[in-house]
């Protein structure tokens, strides 16, 4: 296949997500609010920013609002606020704070670029359709809408495990940031575990300790016991909360919920379809864990057979799969994905996975919701409605479907690997 001919699967779906967003955009216009699979509540634009902030200025983020954020959100945004907004309420800090306001902004637009510059050190040819579908794809813009401290978040993680940085100290540094924005990103970071580069893992595991102390000592709360309590408040919490979880989620998991849910579901999914969902959802889930653990046991015993941004891929795919911490943290794993050669039958579905989950849209199926609120982005009186939409099935089904494409690539490979070469267990060079 000649070098255009195999740019051209590339530019096509790039294509369709940038025909997504302006349809996206149309359908604003006309409504005055972002439509399926944004948020329902329209008035509730960048306050997942806000909310963390009203209480950045003020005690009680840990033992009041039962935070489960590490402290060093705190230490951020108490930085990057105007500690005058925050007297009255988080909405009012929305319409109050122009330095948080700009300072999403600032990192939506530092995201791109570190992905564009990432991308075209990976494979300069594919960067720019890579680079317009990530920017301009749902995750990075739910993210954006939601003002979600992942957008801080992943300019470390793009540093921590990309190719622009090639020193050691600014990915350990870089990787440490994460886990104390997102604990989760602990998963991708034990990639070199599996790769037995134990020196980097350690340094990490240092930094990231260091990080967790000092914005502790400045907090004076967010201790490891309050964490876990919280933690463990906010899963009670979020199981009652079933319709936001299906909403926008890297899982079936939360469809094992559906029966309790607050909203009727059932007047609008016959009874017999929630029994197939409840057969075949454990399955997919355990299947999904099963592959993933074969692929990185097959990593382990051939570290050099897999890059370790593959490995990391495998590891946070595999918890994404199991259940979902929000819809938005695909910006991680499908940054890595596109960090994939278009080469090879697994790589090329993943990636092609990749650019249909930035697809900005969704298909209703029925109405679950309908709604008379304001839109805080138009200004103006809206009446929103929402309900069951084919991305809920199929996105959950992406994700499965990109671990399975790379795992059984990384098993081809490493099968390969240990038939010209047998290694020792014993420690892989750094």
Known sequence: MSGRLRLLPELLLALAVVVSVVSTAMAFRATGYL???????????FMDWFNTAFWANRPGAYDVWRSIYPPLSFVFLDIFSLP????????????CDWLGTATIYGFYLLDVVLVWLSFRRADPRTAPMRAIAFGLGLPLLFTLERGNLILVAFACFVIAHGPLATRGPWR??????????????????????????????????????IVYLVTLAIVGAGTPIELVANTANWVVFQSGQVWNEIHYSTSYA??????????????????????TIEFLVPIVIRASQAIALIALAGAWLQPKALPLHRVSILLLAAYLATQSPGGYTQTFLLFLVLLEPWKGIGPIVAIACAYLLCLVTDWPLSTVLELSTNSWLSGQPVTPSFGLAIGHFVRPGLVALILWALALDSIVRVVRAHRSHRPSLGLAAA
Not at 84 to 95: E, N, T, V
């Open 254 to 275: 939360p469809f094992l919920l559906i029966r309790n849910s607050q909203i009727p579901v059932l007047q609008f999914v016959p009874s017999r379809t929630v029994e």
């Open 84 to 95: 005058g907004c925050y007297l009255q309420s988080p909405f009012h800090a929305r319409d």
């Open 172 to 209: 350990w540094l870089a990787a440490a940031a994460t886990i104390n924005f997102k604990p989760y990103l602990l998963l991708p970071v034990l990639a070199h575990a599996v790769k037995r580069d134990w020196r980097a893992l350690e340094l990490t595991a240092i930094v990231t300790v």
């Open 35 to 45: 439509p399926q699979p944004f948020v329902f509540d329209t008035n509730d634009t």
